[in-house]
């Protein structure tokens, strides 16, 4: 199971421009240097950087990135590009540190924890995982988190968090306007409503939770929504029914 798309495209890939300016008159008098004005090797690493990422070429880019890092140390939009490219590249523990170097220097970067989130999942630190997706929800209040938040709290066996957070889940309307990918087999994947993946997750919970009623409910919900969510029609069937 995942979600249909990634959020980071809310971050999108930050894509460093460039303009560089030269004399029109060596006879004019030249100005006072701008202290803001970035020094010609900046732009130089920047074109090879974006060169690089176009061809693709991983290595290239990282060492590119890591000049301009260099030379501009508290440029959070550089961090998150270093720890886009090795997440991109499923090189989850670069990634980790990469991101929390990101966090040091501006512990509300939304991209970063979502980076760290799912590299600290992909590398099976599930509590690390949900500690960055909390902090992404609280500065985002996006539903998707949430819904990753609750899954997460459930893995951990948290299910009276879980729970709370389903409810507050099924209670806003936007989850049945997002979808997500659900791998029905080999050969199949499906689009589901958060909605659906919700119910499924509140029936599981519930399941654990000793209530068994309130379980069925949830998954014959969501099987009413999506008759072929076969996740929720195995639940039941584990279940005796």
Known sequence: ??????????????????????????????????????????????NVYRTASKYNDFQTATMALYSLVALEPQNDSLRFNLAYLYFDAQRYP??????????????NHAGGLEISGYSYEALGIPDQALSSFEKLYIITENVE???????????????AECKTNVDILLENP???????????????????????????????????????????KAYNDA?????????ATTNLEKMGN
């Open 1 to 46: 199971m995942k979600s249909k798309k990634l959020l980071l495209s809310i971050m999108g890939l930050c894509w460093l421009s460039s303009t560089m300016v030269f004399a029109q008159d060596d006879a004019q008098q030249p100005a006072q240097a701008d202290p803001n004005e970035k020094p010609a090797i900046y732009w130089l690493y920047d």
């Open 145 to 159: 988190t949430l819904y990753k938040v609750a899954f997460l709290q459930y893995d951990l066996k948290r299910f």
């Open 174 to 216: 936007e989850i049945d306007n997002i979808n997500m990918s659900f791998q029905l087999s080999e050969e199949v994947t499906k689009d589901f409503s958060l909605r659906v993946a919700t119910l499924n997750l509140k029936g599981l919970v519930n399941e654990e939770m000793g209530d068994l009623e309130a379980a069925r």
């Open 223 to 231: 099987l009413a929504i999506a008759p072929d969510f076969i996740f």
């Open 94 to 107: 670069s990634a980790v540190l990469a991101s929390r170097d990101l966090l040091q220097l501006n512990p």
